[in-house]
């Protein structure tokens, strides 16, 4: 997989919602099988933690 920006904005939202209701900061993490250089760039500036299986 491959996840895009938009992708990564409905994670990034949903975790959001999850972690509000339960009272936690939220950690991003995101595993996936390839991450584009842009993608990477994004991930960064965005404070997701990403890895590389």
Do not use: C, W
């Not at 990034?12 to 390839?34: N, R």
């Amino acid at each position: 997989m491959r996840p895009s920006k938009k992708e990564i904005f409905r994670f990034k939202k949903y975790a959001q919602q999850v972690a509000e209701i339960e009272g936690k900061t939220p950690f991003y993490v995101i595993i996936a099988h390839d991450f584009p250089p842009a993608i990477e760039d994004f991930l960064r500036s965005n404070d997701i933690a990403y890895n590389i299986p």
